[in-house]
């Protein structure tokens, strides 16, 4: 997120964690270009600009990242989607977040639904 933010563009960040909020603040408090909202991204997302979506694969019990994706990529053609810490199949090199085996079969029985998209 720094990296994006040091982009000098506007950016805004969504967090469901009250604790994650409170650190995402600290670490950008410098950053006048950072917009920081608390709340669920899967209904704060169409209060944005339907342009550019940084979307973490979060690892916790709630996996909103399909959702978010239907979201986001509902805005239209133009949507440009980036996900960060999600695992690359075809390239054991890029690091991703581990996830619990539940989480992973779970991404596994959503790929019917990924695979509509073009990557």
Same mark, same amino acid.
């Given at each position: 997120?720094?990296?994006?933010?040091?982009?000098?563009?506007?950016?805004? #960040?969504? $967090?469901?964690?009250?604790?994650?909020?409170?650190? +995402?603040?600290?670490r950008?408090?410098?950053?006048?270009n950072? $917009? *920081?909202r608390?709340?669920?991204?899967?209904?704060?997302?169409?209060?944005?600009?339907?342009?550019?979506?940084?979307?973490? +694969?979060?690892?916790?019990?709630?996996?909103?990242l399909?959702?978010? *994706?239907?979201?986001?990529?509902?805005?239209?053609?133009?949507?440009?989607?980036?996900?960060?810490?999600?695992?690359?199949?075809?390239?054991?090199?890029?690091?991703?977040?581990?996830m619990?085996?539940?989480?992973?079969?779970?991404? $596994? +029985?959503?790929?019917?639904?990924? #695979?509509?998209?073009?990557?």
């Open positions: 997120m720094k990296a994006l933010a040091g982009a000098n563009l506007p950016v805004v #960040t969504i $967090e469901n964690d009250r604790r994650n909020y409170g650190f +995402a603040r600290a950008l408090r410098n950053f006048e950072v $917009e *920081l608390l709340g669920d991204s899967r209904f704060r997302l169409n209060e944005l600009p339907h342009l550019f979506a940084y979307l973490d +694969a979060h690892w916790d019990a709630d996996l909103p399909a959702e978010e *994706l239907e979201i986001v990529l509902g805005w239209g053609s133009d949507a440009i989607v980036m996900i960060d810490d999600f695992q690359v199949p075809d390239d054991p090199g890029y690091g991703h977040d581990w619990p085996e539940s989480l992973f079969l779970f991404l $596994e +029985a959503r790929k019917a639904m990924f #695979t509509r998209w073009v990557f």
